[in-house]
């Protein structure tokens, strides 16, 4: 990120540049749940896809201003897979987060053992994605900053790197251009970038490349599953045949679902 | 009793009403609740009284004339007593729920459409699943729209806080959305339009109904995709926006498991389709197989005659 020097020129500082990445189940994927708890055993695993929009940002902001991008995980071991994946769309450094002691944590916990990853890693700004596929939650992103002492930006649809990161965010009516100064964590909503695919060269990179491995403090977790079930089955529906019926529809919207 | 906070969803001005659903979702989790109004102008927490809340605070502050997460997140926890914290799972309500729990070292749990006691739901993998949750001492909680009836309106009693934060993100320019029409994600009625509406121009015929019934208009990603005209902005679904509101239409829409997960959480579903077997009816309360150049006319004329 520029920084001012005495004589009012720019200095580019190298960024040391997270991105968070996380597996989930693909999105495809059919849901089971078996007994209380869904049964991810079949389910093929992918970066959730917003983190994909993280990854491009950040290698965005590299190209840029120079600097380092790290992938990072919190998970066990078969989370190395996608840190793997980040590496072949071309990340330097993939390092996950773990201690064998965690089971089920909830978002305090997570939240936590993620920021202090981050500052081990001494990065200066972070990108995640605007909710994880499995979570749908969307809490990741500021809770660490906010744990960083960070600025944070959300859902964020475009980001340019001159003099500064400036990103496109969401406001009531319209979405605003923000610029970010310091250290912050921004979180990516899909918006007009095209992420970029791993290439050959990559994936060949990839294969070798080793996963760093770190462990970190959490505390316990006030959170704890009880269930997990299927979605609610609605009633079947009434159907109707052609065009015209959309007339008995819009009465029974009005005089049987009272919604109009 | 145990304490809550309820952060005051507040739109163009003035409060929002799921603001009144809160309220009956903190009484629900058995906690007395305090509502607290993020302003720049504590008049508007005079609309922020609801029966069952004995206390009203306006945090009044320079920061709130734009969002910033982290100065909101200050400024609302220093003016909010303890308890458990409940927002409206709107994007920015659930980000800033997000840094108040983390300042307060609380965990979150975003978009709960049940509670039982301390048993909170909300849905996971984009609703294939709903997860439930026991929670125990004090957490954040973010509350789905259109869930909780909606408490009712009585005298607030205000006190005004003055509280600022330090703002981290400086605003350079807001873009206007380019047409007047409501978001989606703002929305309590969508009409949608997929790849069946075979032209971005055919999305006119979507927002006369649109027009009718006060509705956003949304797409499904082919459209986004397919269509320069259909911005993202648009999209509902999976990468686009979740949402929930009392009516949704789908017209020319497959039903693809990625779009049910933006959408499948509405009240009322309606489906336009020309093929039956369409995945979309299985999930629609009330299913039109034709055309959409046969149904919509029909439709649009029959919701006109009813809402004149
Ligand atoms: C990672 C990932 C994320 C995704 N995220 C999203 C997302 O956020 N949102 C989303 O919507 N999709 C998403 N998708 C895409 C999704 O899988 C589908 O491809 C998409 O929803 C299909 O859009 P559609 O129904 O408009 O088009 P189609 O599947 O092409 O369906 C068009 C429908 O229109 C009907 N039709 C055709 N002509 C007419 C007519 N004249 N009148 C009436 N009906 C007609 C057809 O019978 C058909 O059912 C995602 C996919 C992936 C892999
Ligand atoms: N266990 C994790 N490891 C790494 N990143 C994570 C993890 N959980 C969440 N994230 C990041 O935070 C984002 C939002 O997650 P969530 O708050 O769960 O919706 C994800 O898209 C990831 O970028």
């Known amino acids: ?260 | 009793m145990s304490e809550s906070v309820i952060i005051a969803e507040t739109s163009k001005g003035s409060i929002a009403p799921v603001t009144a659903e809160l309220v009956s979702a903190a009484i629900a989790l058995g906690t007395s609740p305090t509502v607290v109004v993020p302003c720049t102008d504590a008049s508007i927490a005079d609309g922020a009284g609801y029966d069952g809340v004995s206390r009203t605070i306006a945090v009044k502050g320079d920061c709130f004339a734009n969002y910033d997460a982290s100065s909101w997140a200050a400024a609302i926890d220093a003016a909010a007593p303890s308890g458990i914290i409940i927002a409206a799972a709107t994007p920015q309500s659930k980000d800033v729920a997000a840094r108040v729990a983390a300042r307060r070292g609380l965990s979150i749990v975003q978009d709960v459409v049940a509670i039982d006691g301390m048993n909170l739901t909300s849905p996971i993998y984009s609703g294939k699943a709903m997860q439930t949750v026991s929670v125990s001492g004090d957490a954040a909680v973010s509350v789905r729209a259109n869930v909780f009836p909606a408490a009712s309106s009585s005298a607030a009693n205000v006190s005004v806080v003055d509280q600022s934060g330090d703002v981290a993100t400086a605003v350079q320019e807001i873009i206007a959305r380019a047409s007047e029409r409501l978001d989606v994600a703002e929305a309590n009625i969508i009409i949608s339009g997929g790849r069946g509406m075979g032209s971005p121009d055919n999305f006119s015929h979507l927002e006369k109904i649109a027009d009718v019934l006060g509705a956003a208009v949304g797409a499904s990603r082919a459209a986004v995709d397919t269509w320069d005209e259909i911005p993202h902005s648009m999209q509902v679904g999976q990468t686009g926006k979740t949402v929930n509101p009392n009516l949704y239409i789908a017209v020319g829409i497959s039903g693809a498991i990625q779009h049910l997960a933006g959408m499948r959480s509405s009240k009322y579903i309606v489906a336009v389709n020309k093929d039956a077997d369409a995945p979309i009816f299985s999930h629609a309360d009330y299913g039109i197989v034709a055309t959409w150049e046969e149904a919509l006319p029909v439709l649009e004329s029959a919701l006109s005659s009813m809402m004149s």
């Open chain 1, 1 to 260: 990120m520029g920084q001012t020097t005495p004589k009012g020129g720019w200095v580019n500082l190298m960024p040391n540049i997270v991105v968070l990445v996380k597996r989930v189940p693909d999105t495809n994927a059919r849901i089971v749940v078996s007994g209380d708890r869904v049964d991810l055993s079949a389910v093929k695993w992918v970066i959730s896809p917003y983190d994909e929009f993280a990854i491009e940002t950040a290698l965005q902001h590299k190209e840029a201003d120079g600097g380092t991008v790290t992938a990072l995980t919190l998970g066990p071991a078969d989370s190395d897979k996608v840190l793997k994946d980040a590496k072949a769309i071309g990340v330097d450094e993939i390092v996950r987060v773990w201690n064998d002691t965690w089971n089920e944590l909830d978002s305090n916990a997570i939240q936590s053992a993620l920021a202090q990853a981050v500052t081990d890693l001494g990065a200066e700004v972070v990108y995640c994605g605007k909710t994880a596929a499995d979570t749908g939650a969307g809490s990741t992103g500021p809770g660490v900053a906010e744990r960083l002492g960070w600025a944070s930006v959300s859902n964020i649809t475009d980001a340019s790197f001159a003099g500064g990161i400036t990103v496109t965010t969401p406001v009531e009516g319209g979405s605003a251009k923000v610029s970010v100064s310091g250290n912050a964590v921004i979180s990516c909503d899909k918006g007009s970038m095209k992420v970029r695919k791993p290439n050959v060269k990559g994936i060949m990179m990839a294969k070798r490349a080793q996963v760093n491995v770190v462990s970190a403090d959490a505390p316990s977790s006030s959170v704890t599953i009880v269930s997990q079930s299927p979605p609610p089955a609605k009633p079947a529906g009434k159907k109707y045949e052609g065009g015209s019926s959309a007339e008995e529809v819009a009465r029974l919207l009005r005089d049987e679902a009272n919604v109009i």
